[in-house]
């Protein structure tokens, strides 16, 4: 494994020569922000050896680097998610190349159910932590001491530092910020509105089907993380809409200046 991620990491580092310390995960519908990105070098995932290739409408596979909010920054445009097929290991391939290139905080974004009832549909919400519901985890197997340690904390999993700064910009920006708990599922369902009730008597606010891997490794990896969702669509007991691919993709579509613009302050300001 180590081997596999020391050769894609030496390829993208041939291929665009500076390597950044902030890494941005652009989830669905978010796509945007790498239109913010002064682009400098772009990869095709079809390139890049032994990167998975992504298979979802809407979600494109490219690695940007470039600059953001006066930054260099490498960003995903399309992840890869669990209910694709891929394994725990292939989902997280990317973090690791990452944490081999010296990125030293990861941002990610993700679309995802509300069951706060305080949420509305169009609401941005900072993860202040998660909970996790994939049947594995990625650290499961043998641990490289090089990477990380076997058993890691995960009691700031999202940088308190981070939130409070991306809090602050939001005052200043008039922008509203909702804080929750994101609960990671497998997917590919949505929901049935008893799971949707479950998932709220548990601790959590918001559901979605990506994120909670990529942030595991990347604090494994001793990365600094801050996440944000974007409430696309709202589940619960006495809720009867029918969430679709494409409404949470509208959704997801419409919250885009709001997001970019807290990411790129954000950027900007760390
Ligand atoms: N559930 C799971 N994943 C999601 C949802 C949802 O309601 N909305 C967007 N991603």
Request: charged fraction near 20%; proline fraction near 5%.
């Amino acid at each position: 494994m180590l081997a596999t991620i020391r050769q894609t990491a030496e390829y993208i580092k041939e291929a665009v020569g500076k390597t950044p310390e902030i890494a941005i995960i652009l989830g669905t519908g978010l796509g945007d922000l790498a239109n913010q990105i002064e682009i400098t070098k772009e990869l095709d995932y079809k390139e890049i050896p032994n990167f998975p290739v992504s298979t979802v409408e809407g979600h494109s596979g490219k690695l940007i680097f470039g600059n953001l909010g006066g930054k260099y920054v490498m960003a995903m445009k399309g992840r890869f998610h669990y209910y694709e097929g891929y394994d725990m290991k292939q989902v997280t391939f990317p973090v690791r190349v990452m944490q081999c290139l010296g990125v030293k905080t990861l941002l990610v974004s993700n679309a995802a159910g509300g069951m706060n009832k305080e949420f509305e549909v169009g609401d941005v919400m900072i993860i202040t932590d998660h909970i996790n519901l994939f049947p594995e985890n990625p650290l499961r197997g043998k641990n490289y001491e090089e990477l990380g340690t076997r058993f890691p904390a995960m009691t700031e999993a999202y940088s308190h530092d981070l939130i409070a700064l991306a809090d602050k910009i939001g005052e200043e920006e008039k922008i509203r910020l909702m804080h929750g708990v994101y609960v990671g599922t497998p997917g590919p369902t949505f929901e049935t509105p008893a799971e949707y009730e479950y998932f709220r008597i548990i601790g959590g606010d918001a559901v979605g089907m990506s994120t909670v891997p990529e942030v595991i490794v990347a604090n494994h990896a001793g990365m600094k993380v801050f996440g944000i969702s974007v409430i696309t669509d709202l589940g619960g007991k006495d809720v009867t809409q029918v969430p679709t691919h494409e409404e949470v993709q509208q959704a997801a579509v419409k919250a885009q200046p709001t997001v970019v613009k807290l990411v790129t302050t954000l950027v900007e300001r760390m």
